[in-house]
């Protein structure tokens, strides 16, 4: 776990308080044991083969068992464990949180970050259960959406975008549009990129999370158009002066990210309380609600 953690040896090491070569010595041996390789060696790299995705979800319930086990002499059982990415809605955010606290949790220990950071922190055991952008393809991992984006183009100067009728991506093709980067939450930005791919948009540009504060003045500048996603409690929503810029949406159903709840499907530690949050936020009528 150390070492798919920190992806080489030495800072595993440090991790753990023990020296490079017994580990790395350690890790051949589990190979052995398990019969196969866990990690593809690159330039002192350690990238997860195709069994070490397989592996990783066993071996972090296994840790966490010897850690139950422990705490039955101990009795100080660890609690739940929680993470929200902060470029979702803060109104399911607040929900993760109450119903956290349902369950005993510590909602002090929120842990928010990108989609993608959560997501390794989940696999790993770092974090128990996770409000992220779905899909989730990661092995190991259970996941329930929870509510869908409603997505609009902004602009500040393009009237031709003006159809009197909400955009479809093919409306776009030749224009060149700016989006979140691809790092927030790889699966989901890939199927949108994919998406605008096939609808012939000319270039679909992320933009750099350093740059967002000042990403209307870019926008005088070159003519770009911005994909952005609606909702008065998205953080989005306070970064443009909607008073300048013109926006157009899309039609229901071009494009369909959605955010929900994310957790280990072997966590056996955390059954019950994992049950009780995902039935308590789950949409009761199977209908995902669009978020703002």
């Known amino acids: 776990m150390a070492v798919s953690r920190q992806r080489t040896i030495a800072a595993a090491a440090e991790e753990l308080h023990v020296t490079p070569s017994p580990l790395s010595r350690t890790i051949r041996d589990l190979e052995r044991r398990v019969g196969g390789d866990l990690f593809r060696r690159n330039y ?67 842990v928010s970050d990108l989609s993608s950071v959560l997501l390794e922190s989940l696999r790993h055991g770092d974090i128990d259960i996770a409000l992220v952008h779905l899909p989730v393809d990661a092995a190991g991992i259970a ?40 790092l927030m939450q790889p699966t989901s930005m890939r199927r949108m990129r994919d998406a605008f791919e096939r609808a012939g948009i000319e270039s679909v540009e992320e933009i750099d999370l350093r740059d967002i504060v000042g990403i209307q003045g870019r926008m005088a500048r070159t003519g770009q158009i911005m994909l952005i996603s609606r909702g008065g409690d998205l953080p989005t929503s306070r970064l443009f002066d909607f008073d300048q810029l013109e926006v157009y949406p899309f039609a229901d159903g071009e494009l369909d990210t959605v955010v929900g709840l994310a957790w280990r499907e072997r966590d056996t530690v955390h059954a019950a309380p994992l049950r009780r949050i995902v039935d308590r936020l789950r949409p009761r009528d199977g209908a995902l609600p669009y978020i703002g």
């Not at 009795?75 to 949180?97: C, H, N, V, Y």
């Not at 009728?165 to 030749?174: K, M, N, Q, S, V």
Request: hydrophobic share 45%; glycine share 8%.
């Open 44 to 110: 002192h790299q350690f990238d997860r083969t195709d069994l070490g995705d397989r592996f990783l979800p066993l071996a972090v319930e296994i840790v966490a068992q010897a850690d139950e086990a422990a705490s039955l002499v101990s009795g100080s059982r660890r609690g739940l464990r929680f993470g929200a990415t902060p470029w979702t809605s803060r109104s399911l955010t607040d929900s993760l949180i109450a119903a956290v606290a349902e369950v005993g949790g510590e909602t002090n220990d929120l």
């Open 143 to 182: 996941s329930v959406p929870l509510a869908q984006y409603s997505f609009a183009v902004a602009s500040l100067a393009d009237p031709t975008l003006d159809l009197g009728r909400p955009l479809r991506l093919a409306d776009l093709a030749g224009r060149r549009v700016l989006t979140l980067p691809l």
